[in-house]
């Protein structure tokens, strides 16, 4: 397995590739989330390629860029059991000039729920998922619905740069209880993690709910009897483009919540 800390590097290895490439990107601290996308990206494509980088670009100031977990070496272990071919490991210094040319998320979609609650965070994913793109030149690339809104601006940044990509959704791994795999469940001690249950568990009822109820706020009330969480940021209902919507839709809703359990921001959803 190579491994290519630059983006020179990257470069000239993918022009060494010929066939189909899936591209994995990621911040690290793999886990069996980030391994079904790469079991996915590997049986659709003759090569796959990883990255991992902790994207300055996308933290805002007071959040967690310092503390976020870097596990290199057990990273690049995960993936050479995992088959992959290369990982791409650029540092901020070689991935940004000084005085960039930005991209800039679209102002409504890219500015409500996490954009609101982490304004100028989807900037930042863009600007960096865009040179990952022109660097790696995949074939298709594959992304979590766990991270919904990030996997629809993603779609629309190909669909508005004409790149030749096909982005895969893919669902969220949970563990046998329920809670999503993140990165970020390290932070939660055991009591909060028992609490964080709460999300996946109103997501679970909400979709239930939704079989026989249409009415978003009626649903909504029932989560948040479950939510036992310290800081609700938002429970929200929208399509699949990300309006907003009053009435569930079957087929073309996605319920999302974020909150934070102690000092730990959450986010999860369920596509109904
Ligand atoms: N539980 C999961 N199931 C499927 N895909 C996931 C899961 N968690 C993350 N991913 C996907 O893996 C890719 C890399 O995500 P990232 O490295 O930020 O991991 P993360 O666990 O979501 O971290 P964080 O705690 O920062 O949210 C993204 O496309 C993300 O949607
Ligand atoms: C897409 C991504 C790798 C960009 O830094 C990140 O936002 C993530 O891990 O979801
Ligand atoms: N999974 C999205 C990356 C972030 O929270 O910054």
């Given at each position: 397995m190579k491994i290519l800390n630059s983006p020179a590097k990257a470069s000239e290895y993918r022009k060494s590739l010929k066939g189909s490439v899936g591209f994995v990107p990621t911040m690290g601290a793999l886990h069996e989330g980030h391994l079904s996308l790469i079991k996915k990206a590997k049986s659709e494509n003759d090569f796959v390629i990883v990255s991992i980088f902790v994207n300055p670009t996308q933290f805002l100031p007071g959040e967690d860029f310092n503390k976020y977990p870097r596990r290199l070496e057990a990273d690049f272990e995960i993936c050479k059991r995992a088959g992959v071919d290369a990982v791409f490991t650029p540092t901020p210094e070689n991935m940004y000039s000084e005085d960039e040319i930005l991209i800039k998320a679209p102002k409504v979609k890219g500015y409500i729920l996490e954009g609101f609650f982490r304004p100028g965070h989807f900037d930042g994913v863009l600007q960096v998922v865009n040179k990952l793109f022109n660097i790696i030149r995949p074939t298709r690339a594959y992304f979590g619905k766990k991270d919904a809104q990030q996997l629809y601006l993603i779609k629309q940044m190909v669909k508005n740069f004409f790149f030749d990509i096909e982005i895969i959704e893919c669902d969220t791994v949970r563990e046998k209880d329920g809670l999503a795999l993140s990165?970020?469940?390290?932070?939660?001690?055991e009591i909060e993690r028992n609490r964080a249950l709460s999300i996946s568990k109103a997501l679970k009822r909400a979709a239930k709910l939704s079989a026989s109820i249409k009415d978003t706020e009626k649903i909504k009330e029932e989560m948040l009897k479950i939510l036992d969480v310290d800081e609700m940021q938002y429970i929200a209902f929208v399509d699949r483009d990300f309006n907003y919507i009053k009435e569930i839709i079957p087929g073309n809703t996605i319920i999302l919540i974020a909150a934070k359990v102690g000092e730990t921001r959450l986010i999860d959803n369920i596509f109904i």
């Open positions: 990165s970020r469940n390290i932070y939660l001690s």
